[in-house]
């Protein structure tokens, strides 16, 4: 939920009430004015009831410390309660209740408004963002779950670049483009093999610490630095 009001939209568990017009605008008429909206006459369409993340979270974890959990002993001869504090855990319970209650009456889920850019990703899932929130070099990530691709945005033409690591075989020269996510997501105990596309051979990929050292002039150091190992099969 935080993840989708930071990126996609401010006001997606914010409270609205959506209206639309009784008559439409007519065709050739110059853009209504702030007055002439407020003139008009408007038919509410349903109202979302916003909520707080953090407030259900702490909810969630009020609950599951009093009433989820067992207790732990802090040593071998103390008691261990089995069942958690009636009053404690109803008076939980009532508060949680009362929230979902809250947001349960609400007519409308709305993805919020204003102006939206769209790409569609390699996987063939649209990705959408409102355009207010985008920041340049941004990475977005796509919406598919089971997708590992990752786009930056380009403000200047509003552009999103494909993510990517280049590989090369050190068999055949042949280069693929893998996904940055897969890189990034990887632990430093695990690596990623596929296939070349050219020769056959398995390619392995991992992350590695690498050494490099300051030597005499700093103009020297950045030279030695760049000439300090690449990634190398397993
Ligand atoms: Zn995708
Ligand atoms: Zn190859």
């Not at 009093?66 to 319970?93: C, F, M, R, W």
């Not at 930056?152 to 068999?171: L, P, W």
């Not at 103009?219 to 690449?230: F, H, P, T």
């Amino acid at each position: 939920m935080k993840t989708l009001i930071q990126e996609v939209d401010v006001k997606a568990a914010g409270t609205l009430t959506l209206s639309i017009a009784r008559g439409p605008v007519p065709e050739g008429s110059p853009p209504p004015t702030r007055e002439d909206y407020e003139a008009m006459d408007w038919l509410p369409v349903g109202t979302q009831v916003g909520f707080s993340p953090s407030k259900l979270g702490k909810l969630w974890n009020g609950l599951a410390k009093l009433a989820l959990h067992i207790e732990i002993p802090t040593s071998k001869d103390a008691t261990v309660n089995q069942y958690g504090d009636i009053q404690a855990i109803a008076s939980k319970v009532k508060q949680a209740l009362a929230e979902i209650k809250r947001i349960s009456e609400g007519t409308l889920m709305s993805s919020g408004m204003g102006e939206e850019v769209s790409f569609e990703c390699i996987c063939g899932s649209k990705n959408k963002r409102r355009l207010e929130l985008l920041k340049e070099g941004q990475s977005i990530n796509c919406i598919n779950p089971d997708c590992d691709e990752s786009y930056d945005y380009v403000q200047s033409d509003m552009s999103f670049g494909r993510r990517t690591f280049g590989i090369v075989c050190r068999a055949c020269r042949a280069s693929r483009d893998i996904p940055k996510r897969i890189i990034e997501k990887l632990r430093t105990d695990q690596h990623v093999h596929f296939d070349c596309e050219g020769c056959g051979e398995t390619i392995y990929v991992s992350w590695r610490p690498m050494q490099a050292q300051r030597t005499k002039s700093p103009k020297k150091a950045w030279r030695d630095q760049s000439a300090v190992g690449s990634l190398k099969p397993l």
